[in-house]
Nanobody
Framework: QVQLVESGGGLVQAGGSLRLSCAASGIIFSIYAMNWYRQAPGKQRELVAAITTGGITNYADSVKGRFTISRDNIKNTVYLQMNSLKPEDTAVYYC?????????WGQGTQVTVSS
């Protein structure tokens, strides 16, 4: 079965860094665009960063210059390097695999940034 397993979340002070990982299994990873979403309490889920099958990246304005998405098609893993974290980055972060007709989600990992 398909599994997307996120890791790397935690508690960090403002200005700190975290690196999220999402390991995929059960899919042909290289044909999926991979995305990171987040959802803060009381807010809608929002797209944070995306990477296409060809490695083209896109970011929400709120994280540009601070977050970097990357993928390793050998390890079937997508990463989100988060630097200069702010309290408003606090949310549950979800990994998403999107092949158009098929889409899968991870269970989420909590990121908490203290001021």
């Amino acid at each position: 079965q398909v599994q997307l397993v996120e890791s790397g979340g935690g508690l960090v002070q403002a200005g700190g860094s975290l690196r999220l990982s999402c390991a995929a299994s059960g899919i042909i990873f290289s044909i999926y665009a991979m995305n990171w979403y987040r959802q803060a309490p009381g807010k809608q889920r929002e797209l944070v960063a995306a990477i296409t099958t060809g490695g083209i990246t896109n970011y929400a304005d709120s994280v540009k210059g601070r977050f970097t998405i990357s993928r390793d098609n050998i390890k079937n893993t997508v990463y989100l390097q988060m630097n200069s974290l702010k309290p408003e980055d606090t949310a549950v972060y979800y990994c998403n695999a999107d092949a158009g007709s098929r889409m899968y989600w991870g269970q989420g990992t909590q990121v908490t940034v203290s001021s």
